[in-house]
T-cell receptor, first 113, second 113 residues
Framework: DAGVIQSPRHEVTEMGQEVTLRCKPI?????LFWYRQTMMRGLELLIY????????DSGMPEDRFSAKMPNASFSTLKIQPSEPRDSAVYFC???????????FGPGTRLLVL | KQEVTQIPAALSVPEGENLVLNCSFT??????LQWFRQDPGKGLTSLLL?????REQTSGRLNASLDKSSGRSTLYIAASQPGDSATYLC????????????FGGGTRLMVKP
């Protein structure tokens, strides 16, 4: 298995633009997670899905952030409009559920100018 | 609100030394605790997962212990090698599905040849 796949790996955009981050989880994993990592706040859980349904989005910072999972093999995290303080590394992870571990993708490094 | 603290924030040791990384958490009502490794520019890789009913887990040169009542975990690395250089993060789960994680800030380890 190729592991969790994220695209793009790097994104540079200007303030006010829409940003869409993409994730393909490991096949057969029922859970998908979106995280954000910054120097100031560390690694934070934004939202997670179970069987394509959003379960907890309490970590989503603002209404500018939205996430979807239209099917078991694809998820998006969208920021509209983007702001410089959104600059961070965004990780997607997937897992089989239960008390099992999560498998992280390589991350998308986002820079908003 | 669960808070996870890792001490030290950075550590530099000569090759071959045994070392201990520390993790503490404020709320003992956790479902499991995990130790992850993060290499620069990469995602996280799970090293060890300790369920709340367990006291320790071992994998090769790594041993992790968990003391829920005192809110502490340690990661012991035996006979450190330059390839162990990375950032080590601990994370505790706080929901009954065991998959919503709160991460510590990490310990950046450098093992010098």
């Amino acid at each position: 298995d190729a592991g969790v796949i994220q695209s793009p790996r790097h994104e540079v955009t200007e303030m006010g633009q829409e940003v869409t981050l993409r994730c393909k989880p490991i096949s057969g994993h029922d859970y998908l997670f979106w995280y954000r990592q910054t120097m100031m706040r560390g690694l934070e859980l934004l939202i997670y899905f179970n069987n394509n349904v959003p379960i907890d989005d309490s970590g989503m910072p603002e209404d500018r952030f939205s996430a979807k999972m239209p099917n078991a093999s694809f998820s998006t995290l969208k920021i509209q409009p983007s702001e410089p303080r959104d600059s961070a590394v965004y990780f997607c992870a997937s897992g089989p559920g239960g008390l099992e571990t999560q498998y992280f993708g390589p991350g998308t490094r986002l820079l908003v100018l | 609100k669960q808070e996870v603290t890792q001490i030290p924030a950075a550590l530099s040791v000569p090759e071959g030394e045994n070392l201990v990384l520390n993790c503490s958490f404020t709320d003992s009502a956790i479902y499991n605790l995990q130790w992850f490794r993060q290499d620069p520019g990469k995602g996280l890789t799970s090293l060890l997962l300790i369920q709340s009913s367990q006291r320790e887990q071992t994998s090769g040169r790594l041993n992790a212990s968990l003391d829920k009542s005192s809110g502490r975990s340690t990661l012991y690395i035996a006979a450190s090698q330059p390839g162990d250089s990375a950032t080590y993060l601990c994370a505790v789960s706080y929901n009954n599905a065991g998959n919503m994680l709160t991460f510590g800030g990490g310990t950046r380890l450098m093992v010098k040849p």
